[in-house]
């Protein structure tokens, strides 16, 4: 049975989706079936991956009809497995002075504007969908809007754990955890998800050798502040330029730029993830 996790944080502009992706991304290399649902009307993991496909958008940016989307299969109680686009990747890595092919394959429900409009009237129905679903995957990875309504609480009630992503220099997404904890709260408690858990925050884009991030993460680190915060040891290293090329092969760092640093950290931020949710289901089954 797969694992549900979202990205969370109020704040735009922190790097949800590009997280989500490289996060997907490595978990799909290392061997896991992924599937990335598209929770955010701005549709920018969408984008990422079919703009410029000619049977996905036309001419002008825009949707073509007769393509279902998350909104179609929430509106019209679609089966989800007759609804998702797969893509497949591959590149060639030297190793012991050889070439071998590495590849991965992403699943992907496909994001909509017309998100904005939709009000579930059964609030479970993300979760009962992604439960068949997770029959088929290891993992499965909802990008969140930077909201708080009900289509957020939907998508935290289809979850199991959220990851908060956090930019050391905007104080403002920092701040914002306390607000993805009250909701998580509410989550479980009025809305029945009692295994819903903060899996970890951490920090992405980050320019340590600037004084002023550099104090922010050394005081973050400090024992009690980092075990209070959940945060991973793991920070994702700015890298404007692999980032560049990602968006514009529209390819996930460990394919097309994989020996940069910020994949090196995308990839010991999974290791990470993968122990801290087998402590947390050692917990709950101990």
Not at 125 to 145: M, Q, R, S, T
Not at 177 to 202: H, M, Q, S, T
Request: with cysteine; charged share 30%.
């Amino acid at each position: 049975m797969a694992y549900v996790i979202g990205d969370y944080n109020r704040k735009g502009g922190v790097g949800k989706t590009s997280s989500i992706i490289n996060i997907a991304a490595q978990f799909a290399l290392d061997g896991k079936k992924v599937l990335l649902v598209d929770g955010d009307s701005q549709m920018n993991l969408t984008q990422f991956f079919f703009e410029g496909n000619e049977e996905v958008f036309d001419d002008n940016g825009e949707m073509r009809e007769g393509i279902e989307t998350l909104y179609e299969i929430l509106e019209q109680d679609l089966n989800i497995f007759n609804h998702i686009k797969s893509l497949e990747f591959s590149a060639r890595r030297k190793w012991r002075n050889k070439f071998r092919k590495i590849s991965l394959k992403l699943d992907i429900v496909l994001g909509s504007g017309d998100m904005d409009y939709y009000g579930p009237e059964n609030i479970d129905i993300l979760k009962e969908k992604l439960k068949l679903a997770g029959e088929e995957y290891d993992y499965i990875f909802i990008d969140f809007p930077p909201a708080h309504n009900v289509l957020t609480m939907m998508y935290l009630i289809a979850c199991d754990y959220i990851i908060v992503p956090l930019h050391l220099a905007k104080g403002s997404s920092i701040h914002g955890y306390k607000d993805v904890i009250g909701r998580c709260r509410e989550a479980r408690e009025e809305y029945g998800n009692r295994d819903l858990g903060v899996l970890g925050l951490f920090y992405i884009n980050t320019q340590l050798y600037k004084s002023d991030q550099s104090i922010l993460y050394e005081e973050s680190m400090e024992e009690e502040t980092k075990n209070a915060m959940r945060l991973f040891t793991t920070t994702i290293r700015h890298d404007y330029a692999s980032m560049q090329t990602s968006e514009n092969m529209q390819e996930p760092l460990c394919i097309c730029s994989g020996s940069s640093e910020i994949t090196k950290d995308y990839k010991t931020l999974v290791k990470e993830m993968e122990k801290r949710i087998k402590e947390e289901r050692g917990k709950a089954n101990g």
